[in-house]
């Protein structure tokens, strides 16, 4: 049995696994396509999902779930908007398990992270949440970044710390996981917006005001829901959201990039920060939590307003202290 087993062989966890198994752990990669398990098993490489990133010696293929989840640390990478059916689907084999959910969004229908997600459907299990700078393709190329491991519980947190330290992830630990998973989801919708803003030519300055308005936001959505506002100036936070609000790399920036182009859009594309944009829309109209530019790309995404309908309203707005 594997000490680690990552479910959902996606671009994110496929570059974990990698970076994991060349790290000298023991890592399986679970895919719940069978297909997928054996193309993956015979190229040597997740071509579908992470082209040519090939795998390290030591990484097992599987979609076989009950061989999967007997490691006792399982690391969940499906999208945000499919972890509370793929918890409630499995949480029978989920039980006593150390469950690090690497999903950034929150749950269109109950607008809760995956934190929430994951303590509601198998409260025995132990929660934990990795988030942070990482562009799938530079973990998988063994280029170096830092993230935050946060769980409720200090000693859980420096085990795993040390148990997905790689050499090419270095980690932090947080005892403050709701503050890192909003940080990790929050900032998709921003680059959103920034996305927008370059696309229809608002230029860097705008960009720049909305990435710093931006996190105003973040950080009184995150605090309003019991977090610490230090936590959002860290790696899943502001880390997070200067990376993705800056490069094409990111799928939230380039959606908003293409939309404000008035290009076309791949649907199949994995965007977090669109169903996030219309949980926190909706969340934070409930919490009575001001967020504007989060509302602003709502608004933009379900076409209500045009994207200059939008601008001028954020700029007709009232002028208050910063
Ligand atoms: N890509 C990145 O650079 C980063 C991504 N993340 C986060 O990781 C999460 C996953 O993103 P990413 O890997 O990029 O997404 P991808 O679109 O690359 O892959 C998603 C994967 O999830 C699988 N999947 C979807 N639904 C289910 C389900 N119900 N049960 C099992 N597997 C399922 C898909 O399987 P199939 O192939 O069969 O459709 C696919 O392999 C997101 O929350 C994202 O924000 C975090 C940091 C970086
Ligand atoms: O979260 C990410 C980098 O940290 C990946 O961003 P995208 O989902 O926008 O590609």
Redesign the pocket.
Known sequence: MNEISVLGAGAFGTALAISLAQSGRKVTLWARSAEAATAMQKQGENALRLPGKPFPEPLDVTSDLAMATAAPILLLTVPMQQLAHFAEENKARFQQKTLVSCC?GVDLKTGRGPIAVLEDTVPDATVAILS?????VDIADGLPTALTLATRDKAVAVALQTRLSTDNIRLYTSLDPVGVEFG?ALK?VI?IACGLAIGAGFGESARAALMTRGFAEMQRLAVKQGADPMTLAGLSGFG?LV??CTSE?????SHGLKLGRGADIDPSV????VATAKAVAHLSATLGVDMPITNAVTQILNGNLSISETVELLLSRPLKRE
């Open positions: 950034k942070g700078p990482s562009f799938a990790g998709n680059a997070d990376l993705t790399k990111s799928r939230n920036y994995t965007v977090e920060g």
